[in-house]
Every structure is written in C-alpha cells, then in structure tokens.
C-alpha cells in the first residue's frame, strides 16, 4: 500500500511537503512510474506529477509546472511532492500513484497503486 503523509492547512504563498511511502513493495526506479494525482472538491481527479522508471524524466500539470517538484528516495521506499507558491485552487485531496509499468510515466495513464490521500487546505 501506500500511505500519504504531510497535507495540512497553509496560507497563500506557502509550502508544503508531501511524503509517500511504500509497504509491502518495493518500488523499484527500474520498474515502477510514481507519481501524484489531486482531486478537489466538485472536480475530477487530475494527475499533476509523476517521474518515470525509464530515465527518471519527471513531469508537470501546466498548474503546478514551476511551483511543485517530485522526488524520490529509493533507500527510504518513498515519494516527495515539494509545492510552493500555493494557491487557493491547489486545495485537493491529494493522491500518491504508483505503476509497474517499466516505463515512461504519465499524467492520464492508469496506475495500479493508489495511496488512500491527504488534504491540502489554501485560505487565508
């Protein structure tokens, strides 16, 4: 499974650190896409970040493209979303994906893990 952590509220302007952690897998940079998905409310979920097993390319939704950032550890078994400059608009439930897929990642590709989401809050 994999289990989110760091949502919270923050005012406009501010950051947050997302974590993800794996258990009971491995996700192996060699084998697994990760990535992070958001859903607001009233709105359908929308992939925002994920970076690929093939060459770690790491991509953006053009809403969050300059202000969030994906990483991963691999010792920790783990997967970060750094996102600053927050808005109002980037309140969600936030997801953490994962994906077998040997492959290139993708912001509207299906993938097979799914984390249960942590909520972000923007407001003054």
């Known amino acids: 499974q994999l289990v989110e952590s760091g949502g919270g509220s923050v005012e406009p302007g501010g950051s947050l650190r997302l974590s993800c952690v794996a258990s009971?897998?491995?996700?192996?940079?060699?084998?697994?896409?990760v990535g992070w998905f958001r859903q607001a409310p009233g709105k359908e979920r929308e992939g925002i970040s994920c970076?690929?097993?093939?060459?770690?390319?790491?991509y953006y939704a053009d809403s969050v493209k300059g202000r969030f950032a994906i990483s991963r550890d691999n010792s920790k078994n783990s997967v970060y979303l750094q996102m600053n400059s927050l808005k109002p608009e980037d309140t969600a439930v936030y997801y953490c994906?994962?994906?077998?897929?040997?492959?290139?990642?993708?912001?509207?590709?299906?993938?097979?893990?799914w984390g249960r989401g942590t909520q972000v809050t923007v407001s003054e």
């Open positions: 994906v994962a994906d077998p897929s040997g492959g290139e990642c993708g912001l509207s590709m299906a993938y097979d893990y």
């Open positions: 970076t690929s097993s093939t060459d770690g390319g790491t």
């Open positions: 009971g897998f491995t996700l192996d940079p060699d084998y697994f896409a």
